[in-house]
Nanobody, 119 residues
């Protein structure tokens, strides 16, 4: 059973960098052909795909967020991370990590972590 767990601060100040880590257990992040994604849901809005890192380390980003988003991984710890720079209150959301199995879809999700951007 694959499990994903997000970790990171729940409060970030405007203009700072939001950093989250997703710890994966029960499966390797280097296994073909999985894509490890970050998805968020602002209050009262739908899910927004932010980006992903593939089993081979390739990265993919939402065009609207690409300029201030970075996704990386640590294969020795079997985890991947999100960095979102220059945050504003509009980045307040529940942030999820999830595994995409092509072409099936998202099959495992973390429980989500609330991040609030506020001074």
């Amino acid at each position: 059973q694959v499990q994903l767990q997000e970790s990171g601060p729940g409060l970030v100040k405007p203009s700072q960098t939001l950093s989250l880590t997703c710890i994966v257990s029960g499966g390797s992040i280097t296994t073909s052909y999985y894509y490890w994604s970050w998805i968020r849901q602002p209050p009262g809005k739908g899910l927004e795909w932010m980006g992903a890192i593939a089993y081979d380390g390739s990265t993919y980003y939402s065009p609207s967020l690409k300029s201030h988003t970075s996704i990386s991984r640590d294969t020795s710890k079997n985890q991947f991370s999100l960095q979102l720079s220059s945050v504003t209150p509009e980045d307040t959301a529940v942030y999820y990590c999830a595994r995409l199995q092509t072409p099936i879809g998202y099959d495992y999700w973390g429980q989500g972590t609330q991040v609030t951007v506020s001074s």
